[in-house]
């Protein structure tokens, strides 16, 4: 079956000469069932199982590097700190989101020093490798040929795009599939079992469970993240078994919930934003809807969506932000959860409405023009006549009055020297805009007929 992270539990002692210290007992519950040991790894058997190439690096001490590729909760973590604590070696993690080449090149160094005076090999782990840059990544690349040290990359990104080829060719690449249902239900058991888990304190309803496997899609984190919150809502109601109700309530906050911080954050919205530019509407509900459990600031949620009504609507449909600007004094008025209703409408009017990024591009293209240094003066009818001598220096003095005018409309300048007859705006041919195409020809034709 697909998928790694935690198994069922053999009380054997492992083939390994250096487990990994026990975590602390207050330490979140996917943290401290994480296997210790191959034996305790549940699923990927085609990585994992006798003869493999990874057993092989675990129980026969090669230095040979590794990249390990999968989605989230697939063991890749799991499978680092196993080859780093198998037989003499010394393990260092450090984590692509806050280190750097300085730190790298420390550790590289000391692992020399080290097998220089005969001492263990250093598996240096770096998690979320696909975060270092190219220079990042080249600086690994000595150690890694002349082993120096045995690297473990851990990613989530496709190796071939997020990493640099001479690394990945001086690698071994291993990718991790989610794990299957069954896989899932093993780590639940284990973790309501286990002495490092709950211990045998809750049992759970069958229906419960189902529900856990089924929301954890795959995610062995996800599923004891949802589990441990569940136990912890069964606590304190003074339960003894986890029902489908805590289970619901536990995965509202814990299945679907992302960093706000970091780049699910970000991620998420931005996937909300483009499926609304994409005209999606079910995939940009689904997005609001994973901000929204999560616990998104509503008011996020409003700022993007009015900028999407003129970046990517604008005057194709100039209700739009009217209704932008609604849903976000709504969820400033009503607050949340009712506030989930007027951003809903909001995304739906947003993702079904055409799309013109047109005024989006003029605006940038005058001012690309105004910080080219492409200014001009103000032409003299259109300066300010409200004061003593204006007439004197003749501003104001040949200025047309448009409503005097029939068709409301003066054949005059407007725009200083520099950039006169400039389009910025040009008008799609989608929704209202294709009116306001076609009127805008007729008015640049009589502005500049002079």
Do not use: W
């Not at 079904?352 to 910080?371: F, G, H, L, T």
Request: proline content about 6%; charged content about 25%.
């Amino acid at each position: 079956m697909a998928g790694l992270f935690d198994i069922p539990g053999v009380d054997d002692d492992p083939p390994y000469d250096d487990r990994p210290p026990e975590p602390d007992p207050g330490a979140p519950l996917a943290v401290r069932m994480r296997p210790r040991t191959l034996d305790e790894v549940v699923g990927q058997q085609k990585l994992i199982g006798p003869g493999t190439a990874l057993r092989r690096i675990v129980e026969g001490d090669t230095a040979m590097s590794v990249i390990l590729y999968g989605p989230p909760g697939t063991g890749k973590t799991t499978l680092a700190h196993v080859i780093g604590h198998a037989t003499n070696r010394r393990f260092v993690q450090l984590s692509a989101l806050n280190a750097g080449v300085k730190d790298v090149r420390a550790v590289i160094e000391e692992a020399r020093k080290r097998r220089q005076r005969g001492g263990e090999q250093t598996v240096l782990f770096i998690d979320e490798v696909h975060r270092f840059s190219k220079t990042q990544q080249d600086s690994l690349l000595a150690a890694v040929e002349q082993r120096t040290v045995a690297l473990i990359a851990a990613t989530t990104e496709n190796p071939f795009f997020a990493l640099v080829s001479p690394l990945l060719s001086r690698s071994l690449l291993l990718t991790l599939e989610p794990l299957g249902e069954d896989d899932v239900r093993t780590v639940l058991g284990r973790a309501l079992a286990d002495e490092r888990g709950l211990a045998g304190r809750y049992e759970i309803a069958p229906d419960a469970l189902d529900h856990l496997v089924r929301t954890a899609a795959g995610d062995a984190r996800r599923s004891l993240t949802s589990l441990e919150a569940a136990a912890d809502i069964a606590d304190g109601a003074g339960a003894r078994t986890i029902d489908e109700e805590m289970v619901s309530r536990a995965v509202d906050v814990a299945a679907v919930k992302y960093d706000r911080d970091g780049d699910q954050h970000y991620d998420v919205a931005s996937a909300l934003i483009k499926s609304i530019r994409g005209s999606d509407v079910d995939a940009a509900l689904h997005y609001l809807a994973r901000m929204i459990t999560a616990g998104e600031d509503a008011r996020f949620i409003a700022r993007r969506l009015v900028i999407s009504a003129s970046e990517d609507i604008g005057m194709a449909d100039p209700s739009a932000l009217q209704t932008a600007v609604a849903a976000m004094h709504a969820v400033s008025f009503i607050g949340m959860p009712e506030g989930r209703i007027p951003l809903a409408q909001a995304v739906v009017h947003l993702a079904c409405a055409p799309k013109s990024n047109a005024a989006y591009e003029a605006i940038n293209a005058a001012m690309a023009d105004v910080k080219a240094g492409r200014l001009g003066t103000v032409p003299p009818h259109l300066r300010d006549g409200h004061y003593a001598g204006a007439k004197k220096l003749g501003h104001a003095q040949q200025y047309v009055y448009p409503h005097a005018l029939d068709e409301g409309i003066a054949s005059q300048q407007y725009a200083p020297d520099a950039v006169d007859g400039t389009d910025y705006y040009h008008p799609t041919g989608r929704g209202v805009e294709k009116a306001i195409g076609e009127r805008l020809a007729r008015i640049r034709a009589i502005l500049r007929d002079r």
